[in-house]
């Protein structure tokens, strides 16, 4: 099967400075692949470079490339101007915004919001239709069609949530990406929120990038999961080899942060320090004052290599056959 997005060398650039470094994946149609990493660690500038939104004042270079079923030539979306993303973006390649359920216009009616998305998209649809679309959408995210008639502010966290997610299926896009979609939300809605996402994808076949600093949630929604630090990608592999055989030292720690159930009380020790100013980065792996394991060869920048079929980690102790318990004490040669 063709790899519906394909993203290589992604470099998205402040003042001369990257935020986002050599990212690169791809993604199989029905597809979905989790983006992992702590906070400031590049995953929404990740998503807004996907989709040519990036702010003011940053830039960005790499081959995007999106190829909708059916297509013979691959959308090269780093190529393309403004103009040529207005007729990609939401039609082909959607985003659900961080905080997303916030974003809506208040002053305007569910119905109207998600009309104006169908209409700018697909000129030819007739009222009669685009009524009907609304109401289908509306259902596919678990809403009745009567919430239409209301204002954002009449809706709870939830279905405004909800509303973000039909917004960006309105024009059947291939590619979803979801920033963070549960993070705002309490448990249950969270639970009944990815198990939409996860029928979305199973019977619209969508591929989906669904962004989370929360391990817990990509673990049980995705296929794939590339853990990011420092804008880079630090390990990528299938979601169960990265869980049951992490090869990078910053994903073992983040597993060894998750909660087990039933296992002993009190919370994993932090990780110490914290993510590298992207201003000031420090010499060689970004990870390295941090990683109890560092030595002398960690003032190289690792690569990511490939350490199994579908495995790749940037360390260059990997593959890591044991973890063995280093005492924060002794952190490394750059303490
Ligand atoms: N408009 C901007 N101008 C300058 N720097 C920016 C801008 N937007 C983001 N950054 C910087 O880029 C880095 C990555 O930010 P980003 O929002 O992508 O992180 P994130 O992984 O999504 O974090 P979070 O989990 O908190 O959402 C941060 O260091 C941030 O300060
Ligand atoms: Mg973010």
Known sequence: ??????????????????????????????????????????????????????????????????????AEEPIRIGKRTEAGMQVVRWRHISLVFQGAMNSLDPVKKIDLQIDEVIRLHEKGCSSKEVKERIADLLTTVGLTPKLGSRYPHQLSGGQRQRVMIALALACRPSVVIADEPTTALDVVMQAQVLELLEQLRRDLGLAMILISHDLAVLVETCDRIAVMYAGRIVETGTIEDVFTNPQHPYTKRLLDSLPVIGGTRGLAPPIPGGPPDPGNPPEGCAFGPRCPYATERCLTVPELREVGSGHAAACHFSPWSSWPEVEAAGLGVRK
């Open 1 to 70: 099967m063709k790899n519906v997005l394909e993203v290589e060398g992604l470099r998205v650039e402040y003042r001369g400075r990257s935020i986002v470094d050599g990212v690169g994946f791809s993604l199989k149609p029905g597809e979905s692949l989790g983006l992992a990493g702590e906070s400031g660690c590049g995953k929404t500038t990740t998503a807004l470079a996907l989709m040519k939104l990036l702010p003011d004042g940053l830039s960005q270079k790499g081959s995007i490339e999106l190829t909708p079923e059916g």
